[in-house]
T-cell receptor, first 116, second 118 residues
Framework: AQTVTQSQPEMSVQEAETVTLSCTYD???????LFWYKQPPSRQMILVIR??????QNATENRFSVNFQKAAKSFSLKISDSQLGDAAMYFC?????????????FGQGTRLTINP | GAGVSQSPRYKVAKRGQDVALRCDPI?????LFWYQQALGQGPEFLTY????????KSGLPSDRFFAERPEGSVSTLKIQRTQQEDSAVYLC????????????????FGPGTRLTVT
């Protein structure tokens, strides 16, 4: 079974600075998807960024980028120019690609605080 | 169009009561998922539907949990004889599966139902 581990329960960063959230995972599959989701206090889970395992290029979405190290099974999220609105719980998630394996496997989450 | 909606947003139940949680997915979304999120934890998978077919229920914690999606749209998660350990946020997510002929893997989440069992 796949597992996802986020070893940082809490992180804080000064507004406008850069922060990196860590995620490692375990799988025997060769192809899969990895995601970072953001969950503000309102509870609505929002997709931040997605990475396909077959792509060597790291995904980027505006101020958000990932460092995907397939051999190390590592998938970190970098947030540049942090903004107050970035404060939330961040979850790393894994999804297989075979039919019937569409469920997401989540990590424990990292609470990100932005200091003004 | 509208996003995934869930009702009620909050539910307080006395131990032993039955509860029913509703999920309205995004119109046209084939796949529907239920997750359970305990306080301070990541969501955990409960069950998955493709249209009206329940293809995976491996995450349901006990036979007190039952989910259905009879017409392939709205889904209901029912918990019988609630216990205190059932207290959690129950999240519903839907996915279109194919977008313009290509696989689409994004799951869109609802706001969740917070269930408190007293």
């Amino acid at each position: 079974a796949q597992t996802v581990t986020q070893s940082q329960p809490e992180m804080s960063v000064q507004e406008a600075e850069t922060v990196t959230l860590s995620c490692t995972y375990d799988t025997s599959e060769s192809d899969y998807y990895l995601f970072w989701y953001k969950q503000p206090p309102s509870r609505q889970m929002i997709l931040v960024i997605r990475q396909e395992a077959y792509k060597q290029q790291n995904a980027t979405e505006n101020r958000f980028s990932v460092n995907f190290q397939k051999a190390a099974k590592s998938f970190s999220l970098k947030i540049s120019d942090s903004q107050l609105g970035d404060a939330a719980m961040y979850f790393c998630a894994y999804r297989g690609i075979i039919q019937g394996a569409q469920k997401l496997v989540f990590g424990q989450g990292t609470r990100l605080t932005i200091n003004p | 169009g509208a996003g995934v909606s869930q009702s009620p947003r909050y539910k307080v139940a006395k131990r032993g009561q039955d509860v029913a949680l509703r999920c309205d997915p995004i119109s046209g979304h084939v796949s529907l998922f239920w997750y359970q999120q305990a306080l301070g934890q990541g969501p955990e998978f409960l069950t998955y539907f493709q249209n009206e077919a329940q293809l995976d229920k491996s995450g349901l914690p006990s036979d007190r949990f039952f989910a259905e999606r009879p017409e392939g749209s709205v889904s209901t998660l029912k918990i019988q004889r609630t216990q205190q350990e059932d207290s959690a946020v129950y999240l519903c997510a839907s996915s279109v599966d194919l977008l313009a002929g290509y696989p689409s893997y994004e799951q869109y989440f609802g706001p969740g139902t917070r269930l408190t069992v007293t």
